[in-house]
């Protein structure tokens, strides 16, 4: 199982950015994935999490900000970030697991990206 995350960059804050995570070699009906975020000198965050049943899950901290999807078909996971504020720096990170329902606990996934960084400026 392959996890790539991709999109990461340097914006302002009130600006977008959209994360795609590539996923290779996991085929699992009943799976659901992730997004977690880690910002320097601090610990992990669960962001969003999404089952293959279509059911979401986000954190406080970003709802009605941010939105998290997926093409099945082409095995990809996104994060679209609107209104990023400069809290939202971070490093981010996809991740991919398998049960009945999603969760931002970190600690139930068992397949990681190596993380792709979101920079937010004011």
């Known amino acids: 199982v392959q996890l790539v995350e991709s999109g990461g960059d340097s914006v302002q804050a009130g600006g977008s950015l959209r994360l795609t995570c590539e996923v290779s070699g996991y085929t699992y009906s009943n799976r659901y994935m992730g997004w977690f975020r880690q910002a320097p000198g601090k610990g992990s965050e669960g962001v969003a999490c999404?089952?293959?049943?279509?059911?979401?899950t986000l954190a406080d901290s970003v709802k009605g900000r941010f939105t998290i999807s997926q093409d099945s078909a082409e095995n990809r996971l996104y994060l679209q970030m609107n209104s990023l504020k400069p809290e939202d720096t971070a490093m981010y990170f996809c991740?991919?697991?398998?049960?009945?329902?999603?969760?931002?606990?970190?600690?139930?996934?068992?397949?990681w990206g190596q993380g792709t960084p979101v920079t937010v400026s004011s």
């Open positions: 999404i089952h293959s049943d279509g059911t979401i």
């Open positions: 991740a991919a697991t398998r049960g009945d329902y999603c969760t931002l606990n970190k600690m139930w996934y068992y397949y």
